[in-house]
């Protein structure tokens, strides 16, 4: 496995400095978050800045992957709208479409996977098979496209969000599936919804698992947190990764943190490192 870091939390610096820091302090991976001022498919630049970005990650050994949970790239007054499951069709096939961009960004950057989520369900009123269907019929359109580019899909269950556990994944499952749509497994999300022993689901969905997001949290409270300020035990957790021989990126998510951000992907590197070996 190899030690990763995401680019949003890296939000006050460029991307060139971002990378140059990583690589610096040992990361071998990098989290591209797609944002306004990172690979923004409405920019009108993202030619050259893919050639840039080639060139980056070339240069400092990286392998990548890309996220889509950038909060207000599709709606400024919204954060993370519109999503796969929002009322108003074509407002679900913005983000379907953006999906799309975003795995020929993968495709152009030969990254292990594109990562993304469900959305939010806010319409109390809608039944759940209504939702499974929305959400159902934009997935079969970009794991369609994925499969068309030779892009792996790892998919979030996110806590708040309409698949927000791995109870609910496994659901999705049995509606939607291909071999390209795999699971982005997020370390503290699970001791946050109390799916525990958290290796225990690592081991299970191991052949599965495409990408990997890491950080410290507390049960029952959504708040990334650095390693050292929470609850969770990692010593079994990266056991687990190592049993499994997962081969993949480790990406330790801390987006509120870049006011801080060389310290802390410091502070996160000194403290994973040692349990990877």
């Known amino acids: 496995m190899l030690l990763g870091y995401n680019t949003n939390g ?150 708040g969000m309409f698949i927000d556990t791995m109870v609910r994944y496994e659901q999705l499952l049995q509606r939607v599936d291909a071999p390209c749509f795999k699971l982005t497994l997020d370390i503290g999300h699970l001791h946050c919804r109390g799916e525990t022993p958290i290796a225990e689901h690592i081991r299970r969905w191991a052949p599965r698992l495409v990408n990997v997001h890491i950080e410290d949290m507390k049960c029952g409270v959504h708040e990334h947190l650095m390693f050292g300020e929470g609850e969770i035990n990692f010593l079994p957790v990266m056991q687990a990764l190592r049993d499994s021989n997962y081969a993949g990126g480790v990406h330790v998510e801390l987006s509120r943190h870049s006011h801080m951000a060389p310290e802390a992907a410091r502070r996160a590197y000194d403290f994973l490192e040692p349990l990877i070996k």
């Open 10 to 159: 890296f939000a006050h610096h460029s991307v060139e400095d971002a990378l140059a820091i990583l690589a610096e302090i040992g990361y071998r991976s990098v989290a591209l978050t797609i944002d306004h001022a990172m690979l923004n498919p409405y920019g009108g630049e993202l030619s050259a800045q893919l050639r840039r970005m080639r060139q980056l990650l070339t240069r400092y050994e990286m392998r990548s992957v890309i996220e889509t949970g950038a909060r207000f790239l599709l709606d400024p007054r919204q954060k993370h709208e519109p999503t796969l499951v929002s009322a108003d069709a074509a407002e679900r096939s913005r983000r379907v479409r953006f999906l799309q961009q975003t795995i020929d960004i993968a495709a152009e950057l030969q990254s292990d996977c594109v990562s993304f989520w469900s959305g939010v369900l806010h319409e109390p009123g809608v039944s759940e098979a209504a939702a499974f269907d929305r959400l159902c019929a934009g997935l079969l359109q970009v794991i369609e496209y994925a499969q068309s580019r030779n892009v792996q899909l790892g998919f979030e269950p996110e806590p």
